[in-house]
Structure formats: C-alpha cells, structure tokens
C-alpha cells in the first residue's frame, strides 16, 4: 500500500482510529495506536517495533513496544469494534463467511502456540503459530472479522508453558474447526448478515462444523477430502457402491452436477447430500 494511497485515506483512517481510541484509558497509547495501524499499512520493507517507530518518528522502540506489551487494552472489545465497522461498510444479507488459517514462522519456542505444524504459506511443516482466520465477504469487498490463536496439544497440556505464555488456566484444547465454529457462534450473536459459510476440506472434513451449519440451517459450501469416509447406497450394476467422497463422482456426472475433481480435494455444493459420513452424521445442505 502506497504512502499516497494512505494519504487518501487519512480522514477515514484518523475517524476509524479516534473511534477505537477508546480501548485506551491514557491518551499516549492512543497516539501511538494510530501510527502503528498506518504503519502496518504502509509499504516497508520489514514491520517490526523499529521499522514502524522509526516510521512515526521515534527515537527508540519502546512506545510501540509499550503498546503491545505494556499497555491495557481489550483486544476482544478491539475485535468487535472492527466487526462491527466492517458490517457497516460492507453489510450484506447476501455476504459470505470465509474459514481459514494462516501463520506466522518463527525460530524460537516462546511464542504463544508455536510448534512444527503444516504452513500453508510453505506448503510444509515449520516451525510457526497457525491463527484461524473468519473473513466477511461481499460483493463490493472483503474484510477479517475474527481471529483465533490456534493451541496445539503440546502447548495445552503444559500448565507450567501455559502460565509462562500468560495463558489463562482455563485455556483447554480446541481444534481449528472447534475455534471456527465459537467465531461463527460470535458473528450470529452479533447479528453479522451473511448467507454462506464457505471453508476447503480442511475444515469440511469436520463433522462438527458440518452439523453446526446444518443444525442452524446454513447454507454451505465446504471442500472435502477424496478419501472422506461416506456410508452410501451398496452399489449396483453401473452404478459402484459408495464409501468415500470421490465415489460420489460417477453419480455427480449422472446427476449432471457442477463440480471441480483435484487429485486432493473434491468440491461441490450438496456433494455429500444423502449420504452419511461414517462418523454417522448425515448432512443437510
């Protein structure tokens, strides 16, 4: 993003951030809040503390540093206040919510959630912090709504790292489908318009989250694995038996449907419907 763009930008930029400023009790922080949002913004190079202070003019990093560790605020509350500009923006009954995730590489071991996990930014396993990510998407734009910091099993079922990370006690085990389904929760609760919930077979691969849009009447659109279990129909002359996601391809061509094969992914809207997954769910829509 351009320095000529922010510029544009700068009555609507400075209004959004007077807005939040009251997630501060101290002026100072509010301040600086502003220029680390337009330094975030802004074309450099490398967006550490001392790239955006140096940015803003300071003569050291501490006051950006002081900001993200030392100040109070409520990122939850920051949270909402984003949700709620964007639906006023871009508020459409006919939006569509986006599950995904994306991370962060790292070298240490400090940071909260880290561990040798799939990357989706190498396509491998590194050692990096994965955040699921619930994105508002509309026609005239799109926009992160909600976040949560995936914890693996390693982090939660050592107390001692957990309290060391400042991690709350109460913090429990959630899988990446289990935290997009408490931000989906949130976005209902919130009276969020949307229509669609849309996710690759990472996600759709959950039964969870396939009955929670079922059970609520969601309309979804969510990949699947080829080799997802499926208790289908025992199989025929013609028309082989079904018991995984791409046998469902030779009634999908039957039934002419619109679908896209991978040699990973199978995607298709109702691609299981009137099947049950193994697991003994049968989804809806």
Same mark, same amino acid.
């Not at 949002?37 to 990093?61: C, D, M, Q, V």
């Not at 910091?149 to 107390?159: G, K, M």
């Not at 709350?168 to 959630?174: I, K, L, M, Q, R």
């Not at 997009?180 to 919130?190: G, H, N, T, V």
């Given at each position: *993003?351009?320095?000529?763009?922010? =510029?544009?930008?700068?009555?609507?930029?400075?209004?959004?951030?007077?807005?939040?400023?009251?997630?501060?009790? &101290?002026?100072?922080?509010? !301040?600086?809040?502003?220029?680390?949002?337009?330094?975030?913004?802004?074309?450099?190079?490398? +967006?550490?503390?001392?790239?955006? $202070?140096?940015?803003?003019?300071?003569?050291?990093?501490?006051?950006?540093?002081?900001?993200?560790?030392?100040?109070?605020?409520? =990122?939850?509350?920051?949270?909402?206040?984003?949700?709620?500009?964007?639906?006023?923006?871009?508020?459409?009954?006919?939006? $569509?919510?986006?599950?995904?995730?994306?991370?962060?590489?790292? +070298?240490?071991?400090? $940071?909260?959630?880290?561990?040798?996990?799939?990357?989706?930014?190498?396509?491998?396993?590194?050692?990096?912090?994965?955040?699921? *990510?619930?994105?508002?998407?509309?026609?005239?734009?799109?926009?992160?709504?909600?976040?949560?910091?995936?914890?693996?099993?390693?982090?939660?079922?050592?107390?001692?790292?957990?309290?060391?990370?400042?991690?709350?006690?109460?913090?429990?085990?959630? %899988? +990446?489908?289990?935290?997009?389904?408490?931000?989906?929760? &949130?976005?209902? =609760?919130?009276?969020?318009?949307? %229509?669609?919930?849309?996710?690759?077979?990472?996600?759709?691969?959950?039964?969870?989250?396939?009955?929670?849009?079922?059970?609520?009447?969601?309309?979804?659109?969510?990949?699947?694995? !080829?080799?997802?279990?499926?208790?289908?129909?025992?199989?025929?002359?013609?028309?082989?038996?079904? +018991?995984?996601?791409?046998?469902?391809?030779?009634?999908? &061509?039957?039934?002419? &449907?619109? *679908?896209? =094969?991978?040699?990973?992914?199978?995607?298709?809207?109702?691609?299981?419907?009137?099947?049950?997954?193994?697991?003994?769910?049968?989804?809806?829509?």
């Amino acid at each position: *993003m351009t320095a000529e763009l922010i =510029a544009e930008w700068h009555d609507e930029l400075a209004r959004l951030t007077g807005l939040l400023g009251d997630l501060f009790n &101290r002026p100072e922080p509010r !301040v600086v809040f502003a220029q680390f949002i337009e330094g975030l913004l802004a074309e450099l190079p490398k +967006k550490n503390g001392w790239t955006l $202070s140096e940015r803003a003019g300071h003569a050291t990093a501490d006051r950006m540093r002081w900001l993200l560790n030392g100040s109070v605020w409520d =990122a939850d509350q920051l949270r909402d206040e984003v949700r709620d500009y964007v639906v006023e923006h871009l508020g459409d009954a006919d939006a $569509s919510l986006v599950i995904d995730d994306t991370q962060a590489q790292k +070298k240490g071991t400090k $940071s909260v959630g880290v561990a040798f996990q799939h990357c989706g930014l190498t396509g491998d396993v590194r050692n990096c912090q994965t955040m699921v *990510m619930l994105t508002y998407v509309t026609a005239a734009g799109h926009a992160f709504i909600d976040r949560r910091l995936y914890l693996p099993e390693e982090w939660t079922s050592d107390r001692e790292r957990c309290r060391a990370a400042g991690i709350p006690d109460e913090t429990a085990f959630a %899988t +990446k489908p289990g935290l997009a389904i408490a931000m989906l929760d &949130r976005a209902l =609760a919130a009276q969020v318009p949307f %229509t669609w919930v849309l996710a690759d077979s990472g996600y759709g691969r959950d039964p969870q989250l396939r009955a929670w849009c079922h059970t609520r009447a969601v309309p979804y659109v969510l990949g699947v694995p !080829v080799d997802l279990p499926l208790d289908g129909p025992p199989g025929k002359p013609r028309h082989p038996a079904v +018991k995984r996601a791409d046998d469902l391809l030779h009634y999908a &061509r039957v039934r002419d &449907r619109r *679908m896209v =094969a991978s040699r990973e992914v199978v995607y298709g809207f109702d691609l299981i419907r009137g099947f049950a997954p193994a697991s003994g769910w049968c989804p809806h829509r």
